[in-house]
């Protein structure tokens, strides 16, 4: 089943509105990274040390919703609130996750292509022709 989740971005308190938004509905985080922990690629930038303690990605369980969120960095620059968020679809196969990115980026700006991630997702990212941010995610590694 598709699922469809929050995601805030920050510029540069991610951490503190996550704990604070923890200590309001409870919970634990299953997942917080840093930029720092992100691996080395060929061709990609160093990330600065301003960016380095930023947090890449955090998750926040809230009953059938996951709240998800990540600071900004010099690479996307600061965000301008109100424009802070996007839209996460979780599904349940690559073939899917092809299918939905295809049809709402069409015509739109994709900023990162479908691909398969470090983390273990299948993930894209893009703006839809009427300036909504999406992100399309298929966990291959889910355990069955």
Not at 106 to 126: H, I, L, R, S
């Amino acid at each position: 089943m598709t699922s469809v989740n929050p995601y805030l971005i920050f510029n540069g308190n991610c951490e503190e509105a996550f704990l604070f938004y923890k200590s309001v509905f409870g919970g634990e985080f299953p997942y917080i990274g840093k930029f720092k922990d992100m691996p080395a690629e060929d061709g990609c930038e160093q990330i600065s040390e301003k960016d380095a303690n930023r947090v890449m990605h955090v998750s926040l369980p809230i009953g059938d919703t996951i709240l998800m969120g990540s600071d900004s960095n010099e690479q996307s620059g600061d965000v301008t609130f109100g424009g802070n968020f996007s839209i996460s679809i979780n599904v349940e196969s690559a073939a899917e996750a092809d299918r939905i990115f295809n049809g709402l980026s069409a015509g739109g700006t994709v900023y990162m292509a479908m691909n398969k991630t470090f983390w273990g997702a299948y993930f894209g990212m893009f703006k839809d022709k009427f300036e909504v941010s999406w992100m399309v995610n298929f966990d291959e590694n889910k355990p069955a």
